[in-house]
């Protein structure tokens, strides 16, 4: 299960909205092994696009950087689709490289609702997960 | 000669559970050579069949992400500092 902060899961929004119709990313960084996101990291889609997103090779460099010098993980890795469902796409699955993390997906394609879900992907295999908003 | 390198957390089932390892090579494909023949299978997660740096994965040295310097032809020196990343990546296609 992710346990998310309403805070948090506000500001993932938010950004997933703010940058529509391209994909939004980033990620939720927290302590090394707590589970606990608690550090909201909006990162640039180096791919600026509407069907693809990717993290700029230096602010990946740098943001890793960053997670180890306060040994912080990615807890949540976060992207957002715009016109369709919340769910991971087989690039989503082939990329997927952070076991201990929660990739949350956002899908932007109705005006009025966001659906936000959090997946488990480890070796290929996906498994959705409760979200619990704190 | 001495080169360490950062080993992202899914690649370290291949290290023991190790943040980083020590290796050598004067490029960076001598190096990865170098680091499978102590961590075997760990070349087969950055090259590709035909040669090639696997697309998901970034490898930088000195805070250079290869790709911008030679990729596998990458020179390297004693007391240079090689970092490997996951790309982090996707999309709805």
């Known amino acids: 299960m992710l346990r998310i902060d309403r805070e948090i899961y506000d500001e993932i929004v938010a950004h997933a909205r703010r940058d529509h119709p391209d994909e939004a990313c980033g990620i939720v960084a927290g302590s090394e092994g707590s589970d606990r996101p608690t550090r909201f990291v909006p990162m640039l889609n180096a791919a600026r696009s509407p069907t693809f997103y990717e993290f700029d090779s230096a602010d990946l460099l740098a943001l890793y950087k960053e997670l180890d010098a306060n040994e912080e993980e990615p807890v949540v890795v976060y992207h957002s689709h715009t016109a369709t469902e919340a769910y991971p796409s087989r690039t989503d699955i082939s990329y997927a490289s952070e076991p201990n993390a929660h990739y949350v997906l956002v899908s932007t394609r109705e005006e009025q609702s966001t659906e936000f879900r959090s997946f488990r992907i480890v070796d290929g295999v996906v498994t959705e997960e409760p979200v619990e908003i704190l | ?93």
């Open chain 2, 1 to 93: 000669m001495a080169i360490e390198v950062k080993i992202p957390t899914i690649l370290r089932t291949y290290t023991g559970g190790a943040k980083s390892v020590d290796a050598k090579g004067d490029t960076l494909s001598a190096l990865i050579d170098d680091l499978d023949a102590n961590h075997a299978g760990l070349k087969g997660r950055l090259i590709t069949e035909d040669g090639n740096l696997h697309r998901f994965v970034n490898i930088y040295v000195n805070d250079e992400d290869v790709r911008f310097t030679g990729s596998l032809e990458t020179a390297l020196s004693d007391g240079d500092a090689v970092t490997i990343l996951p790309a982090v990546a996707g999309g709805s296609r």
